[in-house]
């Protein structure tokens, strides 16, 4: 794997991964498709700097929909979900109905397992003794164990695929395909990124923000600039 291939795939929590599959357009996609109505001219890069710089300051955000990624990600279900609530681009995901489900579940390391937070009334946040969080790790661990056997029983006693899977939990790792343009995906890292997000979303969009670095450096600069 070279060092481009590289920097377009990340692991991501204990079995997940984001990784870049295709794209269309650049920062000069960004430029042209806003100068469109002055026709072609010549520009250094600098103007191109800057008119991105202007669109991103106020809020001209059509241009960026000129540059478009396609994703392939692994993530447990309860952060696909989460996910999938933006309703931005197109998703194509791996179906439990035509597959059978692999023994693959999202087990929070214990640094991860936290109390309720205090202030935010939808995360955690607040510190649990070492007693509890190893109390709580083996129920994370035995309920996948369980969910997963019971699920390969049920299949073995003849109960159709999309029958059975009703007994997986939403931790079991799921895949999708994910076409999305630039607009949205900066919009996504936005709300995802932030502080106040879930962590195990928030590992999967500050990973995005590394693959598309590389591709669009000036947007991504004009973003850090006014978000």
Known sequence: MTKI???????????????????????????????????????????????IEYLSK????????????KFHVKLPIFIAR????????????ISARYSEMKDCFYIPKMERIQAQSKINKQGSGEELSNVNKTLAYNIFLKASE??????????NLGVSREL?????????????????????????????????AQFEIREYSDAIFKIIKDIVPIACKAYTDNV
């Open 58 to 69: 106020n809020k001209h955000g059509t241009p960026f929909e000129m540059v478009v990624f």
């Open 164 to 196: 059975a899977r009703t007994v997986l939990s939403t931790s079991i790792y799921t895949e999708f395909y994910w076409k999305v343009d630039l607009r949205n995906l900066l919009s996504f890292i936005s709300l995802r990124s932030d502080s106040h």
């Open 5 to 51: 291939e590289k920097r377009l795939e990340f692991k991501v929590l204990d079995h997940g991964f984001i990784r870049l599959v295709d794209k269309m357009g650049n920062d000069d996609s960004i430029a042209q498709s806003a100068r469109v109505s002055c026709g072609e001219g010549t520009k250094a890069i600098r103007t191109d700097e800057k008119l």
């Open 146 to 155: 369980n969910a997963f056997n019971d699920y390969k029983e049920l299949l």
């Open 82 to 93: 989460q996910w999938m609530r933006h309703r931005a681009g197109t998703f194509n995901e």
